[in-house]
């Protein structure tokens, strides 16, 4: 099937590539805008509390505004505040109202909003947005705050603006353009390999022109397919897309071109060795992204809607790469021929593979060293996983010097960490009946004895069903603490005092973050192993056989946990934070499982094919490892590259992502395909293949007898 569809590209490449060109113009025009969602508790299914808790927000009390952030006003000096500041503190929160900016509808001061030792001073942002990330609201924040500037002029007031809309505006700003950094490094890295590798301009920058092609075409459909299939991309996709199609688009690529570099140095016309290319590797091509995909399919088993998104968004996107592996860069190739080499002579001679050819020597004279040296290695760097805490609180990860940052600091000089965003329990009436005044006291000591911080008076509905109550956390409400209480403690204390024939609901973002962490971790009980199952599958109907998918899967979960592991020996026992994002594994397995997985595939595939040409297990791992160490490791690099650019990031958070990746990657890479999956097959000999065999290729017909000292199978296609 795979020389059909190579000849057939190969045959019309002016044909080939107009489709490709038609299909990207008319899907990009046609494809509706993606609307991405930033509000978390939309991501979660609608039987958790949290996402109850918010309906019943909306239908008691839907003309309530609600507190985007707060303002946090102090004296220069640090000291308490006169009579005079605090008249100053009314004109400028005044003069921030008038402002009329939009999605503001007031800037609120009060007689509680002076904190007991007189030294801090609150203003409440109230929005006309329940979701606290809203893009227009952020924007307006920022406004604010270049609005605060003249006002604040002759008075001896410090103003600093904090909470969630503050918070995202900070992140969104001290992040800066990661999706333009993240292009930026992939071109640069791409190209510049590229072109050290082949020493061709033309080879160096096709790929970029392909893979954009196909860029277009991917976000194009999945656009389509979003609003076809009632989800959502979530903000973070753009960003995520790059990655994936450059990452998975270069593999792919590489694999193709090697093996067509390798094929016209073995004397094959230019056409001829493009279609026998991808004959030989479009099989491995193709299980490669088959493994992606379902990879990436398996997030729909997610409970997330964030993931239940992303998941056929990525799957989408690779499915494109493939065919445009398959049949958009052969076709593009086979114009150019030789051409494409241009002006460098040296893909004409067989490198020395010098390293690559050692490695291979010594993986097949001593299988059981290497397998025990590179399995140790991962064995170690895995234990680091026992040490795995997740952090919830992303303003932690933020420089120290951001005005969000510091102004939650000051305001905790005077208040309660959780005063810019409470914790909100309800209390319901059940069966249409009505509260009374009575049940609504003793609940709210009941509330206030439980000693989980201050809490507020409450406010009744309308319809005087439901009445609402706030609680001040002590702790932060993004904090691994608040986030605990949550889980457990407050909600049983808030559901045990609701009197007989009420129920009660506990919302807020400390809720919802509580809420996350139970979906996700019921989501890597289910998703991972899935995925595991089905690329072991696919593994193998690839290679005919039963024992290679279980040791390779098995290779895959050390991988994974080595990852973090090691991510977790760097950030939190060397660097001492406090912990790592609750989401890192889920991009760890993104990026190093899913799409890693393709370096196992290419290697395990060419030791395959060459035990079918009648080499030895030994001579097999020794011509593999020389021949596909340099396509591994340049898509390795490249990738790696590509997260590595995320260490130079502000944001801590982005520092470690970056880090886990680029790290994970040139690991599953060099440690795990280079090394350990050779040296194991070159254990387990021709039991690797069982229940199948794999049957000799037949005899080509006499050529040229291989010179003294060069290396079995040499010179075979």
């Known amino acids: 099937m795979f020389g059909r569809v190579g000849r057939s590209a190969v045959k019309h490449p002016w044909l080939t590539i107009l489709a490709w060109v038609i299909a990207a113009v008319g899907v990009a025009s046609l494809a509706p805008p993606l609307e991405p969602v930033s509000d978390q508790a939309e991501f979660l299914p609608s039987h958790y509390e949290s ?18 952030s707060v303002i946090v006003f102090r004296r220069d000096d640090n000291g308490r505040l006169t009579d005079t500041d605090l008249a100053d503190v009314k004109k400028v929160a005044a003069g921030l109202e008038k402002a009329d900016l939009e999605k503001i509808s007031a800037v609120e001061t009060g007689p509680q909003a002076v904190s007991a030792n007189g030294e801090i001073a609150l203003a409440s942002i109230l929005a006309t947005t329940e979701n606290p990330y809203d893009e227009t609201l952020i924007e307006s924040v920022g ?39 993240i292009m930026m490094a992939t071109l640069v890295l791409l190209i510049v390999l590229l072109a050290a590798i082949f020493r061709s301009p033309l080879i160096a920058i096709l790929p970029v022109l392909v893979i954009a092609l196909v860029f277009v075409l991917a976000t194009g459909m999945i656009s389509i397919a979003s609003e076809a299939g009632g989800f959502q991309a979530d903000a973070s996709i753009g960003s995520i897309l790059i990655v994936v199609l450059f990452g998975v688009g270069t593999d792919y690529l590489l694999f193709l071109l090697f093996r067509y570099r390798e094929l016209l140095r073995n004397g094959q016309a230019p056409k001829e060795a493009m279609t026998e290319a991808v004959t030989r590797v479009g099989e491995t091509i193709a299980s490669a992204a088959g493994a992606v995909i379902v990879a990436f399919l398996a997030l729909l088993l997610s409970s997330l809607g964030m993931l239940k998104a992303l998941g056929p968004a990525l799957a989408i996107s690779v499915g494109v790469t493939l065919i445009a592996s398959l049949t958009l860069v052969p076709a593009v190739f086979s114009l150019l021929g030789t051409k494409a080499f241009w002006p460098s002579k040296a ?13 291979g020597s010594l993986t097949a004279r001593r299988p059981g060293l290497v397998a025990a040296v590179s399995g140790g290695l991962l064995a170690v760097l895995a234990t680091g996983v026992f040490s795995f805490n997740t952090v919830f609180d992303s303003s932690s990860s933020l420089p120290k010097d951001l005005e969000s940052v510091q102004a939650a600091k000051e305001l905790e000089r005077g208040f309660a960490a959780g005063q810019t965003d409470p914790t909100w329990v309800f209390l319901e009436a059940k069966d249409g009946g009505k509260l009374d005044q009575g049940q609504i006291d003793a609940y709210g000591e009941k509330l206030t004895a439980a000693d989980f911080g201050r809490v507020t008076p409450p406010v009744l509905a309308p319809k005087g069903d439901i009445a609402k109550f706030g609680v001040v956390l002590t702790h932060k409400p993004d904090s ?23 129920r009660a609901l506990v919302g807020g973002t400390s809720a919802v973050l509580a809420d996350i962490q139970h979906a996700t971790n019921r989501d890597y009980s289910v998703v991972f192993p899935a995925a595991g199952l089905a690329i072991m599958v696919i ?29 977790v020996w760097v950030f939190q026992n060397l660097a001492g934070e406090a912990g790592l994002p609750f989401t890192l594994p889920v991009i760890v397995y993104l990026f190093v499982v899913a799409i890693g997985t393709d370096y196992n595939i290419l290697m395990v595939a060419r030791l395959r094919e060459e035990v079918g040409r009648g080499s030895t297990p030994a001579q097999a791992v020794r011509q593999a490892i020389t021949h596909s160490t340099s396509t591994i490791g340049t898509a390795a690099v ?26 994970g990657i040139l690991l599953t890479a060099f440690a795990m395909a280079v090394l350990l999956v050779p040296a194991v097959t070159t254990l387990l000999g021709h039991r690797t293949w069982w229940p199948g065999h794999v049957r000799p290729e037949p005899a080509p017909q006499a050529g040229p007898e291989p010179a003294a000292g060069e290396p079995v199978g040499a010179h075979r296609t």
């Open 347 to 359: 893909w004409r001679k067989e490198p020395k593979h010098t390293l690559a050819a050692r490695t």
């Open 51 to 68: 996402v109850q808790a918010g309906e019943l927000q909306k239908k008691a009390f839907p003309q309530q505004e609600q507190p985007a």
């Open 539 to 567: 593994l193998g109907l690839l290679l005919r056989s039963v024992v290679a998918p279980l040791y390779l899967m098995v290779a895959v979960g050390l991988g994974f946990a080595a990852t973090l592991g090691a991510t």
């Open 480 to 502: 691994d603490r608040a986030v605990e209480l949550l889980a457990g403690p407050l909600r049983d204390a808030a559901h045990d005092a609701a009197p007989d024939g009420t």
């Open 638 to 663: 490249i990738l790696a590259g590509t997260f590595g650019v995320l260490l130079l990031a502000q944001n801590s958070m982005l520092r470690q992502m970056g880090f886990a990746v680029a790290f």
């Open 143 to 181: 406004e604010m705050r270049e609005q605060a500037v003249p006002l604040l002029k002759g008075t001896d007031l410090h103003m600093g603006i904090t909470g969630s809309a503050a918070t995202a505006l900070d992140t969104k700003e001290s992040s800066g353009d990661t999706d333009a950094m």
